[in-house]
């Protein structure tokens, strides 16, 4: 079948899933375009995931979230626990509002105001609650964290949820000091991202209650559990059509001209499938940039540099990615594929979606 195709070895990514989940209890994320692996399919893999750690409860969370109500449907038929939604509690959004009644969604309120909004729309809803961290998107002021203890009666209280930003520096002592503020205004578990599992195991430990029993934490992860070992997959494009061209011919929607004798390669893959879209800023493509520059090569011409390597190299668009195909051009010295052959494609797979995944 033509397309965009993601080889998936998938012995190695259970491996590395696996490895991932170590140990600390482990909230599998699947959100979004499911991390270019679909959402259905991640909460299948997170239910496999728990149940290919025997012996290892103390480990599962028997938890997965998602980004969105919406995304609920799409995870609770192939993952039996519970399912925590991410995206701030919205009183306004009905979905929301239906799924704060379901005993097996945790909700996150990270305004106020929201809990009396969801304590008046469900009964005793799950609910956790998130704690303003340095990335000032959402969450409760470290002084208004109290405010949970007025409203403990009528919400099953879950935990509460520290969403750190990504960098080293100074993060361990924030998630200290922000747990420590949380726990002393309601104890309950603490749920935290981008934070390193031991780490994760150590603040349990030091924010021990004084019977010396660790306060329970949760790791959520999702970009490291899915896409941490990127030799567990790779992605290619089928070549749909090869033309011969001349330099100077016109060819594409825009009708440019051609810079050098060569041919055009079709191949699968465009901005339906999200090709394209990555921001080319990696050192190797400002460096091949600088020297097509310098050269006057192809870039000075005005074309971008493909994420598709043929003959062993990252080729130039002719023009820019089409709905679900691609112009490629190759110059004459280069012999090109031959229509229906693979090529490699780099994608970015929180953005991409690739027509179909293949176990290898
Ligand atoms: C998306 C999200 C995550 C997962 O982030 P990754 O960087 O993909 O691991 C964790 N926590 C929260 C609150 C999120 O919104």
Do not use: C
């Amino acid at each position: 079948m033509a397309g965009v195709t993601m080889w998936l070895d998938e012995a190695r990514w259970r491996e590395h899933q696996r490895t991932v989940a170590g140990s600390v209890p482990l909230v599998p994320v699947a959100k979004g375009n499911g991390y270019g692996f679909s959402l259905p399919r991640l909460a299948a893999e997170a239910q496999a995931l728990s149940a290919a750690s025997p012996g290892a409860e103390a480990v599962r969370s028997g938890a997965i979230a998602v980004g969105t109500p919406a995304e609920v449907a799409q995870v609770r038929d192939a993952f039996d626990g519970d399912i925590v939604i991410l995206q701030p509690y919205d009183g306004a959004d009905p979905l929301a509002t239906s799924l704060a009644g379901d005993r097996r969604v945790i909700s996150t309120v990270s305004r106020v105001g929201d809990l009396e909004r969801i304590t008046t729309a469900a009964d005793e809803p799950r609910v956790l609650v998130e704690v303003l961290t340095s990335m000032r998107r959402h969450g409760l002021p470290a002084d208004r964290l109290a405010v949970v203890r007025d409203y403990q009666p009528r919400i099953r209280f879950e935990g509460w949820t520290i969403h750190l930003p990504i960098r080293d520096q100074g993060r361990y002592a924030e998630a200290e000091s922000l747990g420590r503020a949380a726990l002393s205004a309601a104890p309950g578990p603490l749920w935290l991202s981008h934070l390193p599992a031991e780490e994760v195991v150590a603040l349990g430990r030091q924010l021990g209650g004084s019977g010396g029993a660790p306060t329970p934490v949760r790791l959520r992860q999702g970009t490291r559990l899915w896409l941490g070992d990127p030799g567990a997959y790779r992605v290619t494009a089928t070549v749909l059509d090869v033309h011969s061209v001349r330099r100077g011919e016109r060819a594409g929607y825009r009708q440019r001209r051609v810079p050098a004798d060569g041919w055009i390669v079709v191949v699968a893959g465009g901005t339906a499938q999200g090709i394209g879209l990555e921001a080319p800023t990696s050192a190797r493509s400002m460096r091949a940039r600088a020297i097509s520059v310098a050269t006057g090569s192809l870039e000075a011409a005005g074309l971008a540099l493909s994420p598709y390597t043929l003959a062993g190299k990252k080729r130039w668009f002719l023009e820019p990615p089409h709905m679900q195909s691609s112009l490629v051009f190759l110059p004459r010295s280069v012999s090109p594929p031959a229509v229906g052959d693979e090529v490699p494609v780099e994608v970015r797979l929180t953005t991409a979606v690739v027509d179909r995944i293949v176990a290898v």
